[in-house]
């Protein structure tokens, strides 16, 4: 089964969100899961902290991913430099 590309494009993801660092996104990540978390307050307050939080989320695996293409960009084997896989585990 052929990997779905799911890079987010800008037009998707809000300028605020896309001017966040990594780490920075997933602090405000964070916070909003525990706000969902403890169920208090209004509804559309709820549904507009999860979209917030998908964009958020969705950032956060872009860097990720950048940074794992970077890594495989620069690694070497034997002298010579080569592209290797990133090893998750």
């Not at 001017?19 to 964070?30: G, I, P, R, V, Y």
């Not at 939080?53 to 070497?76: F, T």
């Not at 034997?78 to 990133?86: D, L, N, R, S």
Request: aromatic share 4%; net charge negative; with cysteine.
């Amino acid at each position: 089964m052929a990997e779905r590309d799911s890079a987010p494009s800008p037009a998707v993801l809000p300028a605020d969100v896309l001017a966040l660092s990594f780490e920075d996104a997933l602090q405000e990540l964070e916070g909003i899961v525990q706000r969902l978390e403890q169920g208090k307050g209004a509804l559309d307050d709820a549904i507009d902290a999860y979209e917030r939080g998908s964009a958020l989320r969705r950032h956060c695996e872009a860097k990720l991913r950048d940074a794992r293409e970077r890594v495989e960009r620069i690694s070497i084997a034997g002298g010579v430099p080569a592209t290797q896989p990133f090893d998750v585990e």
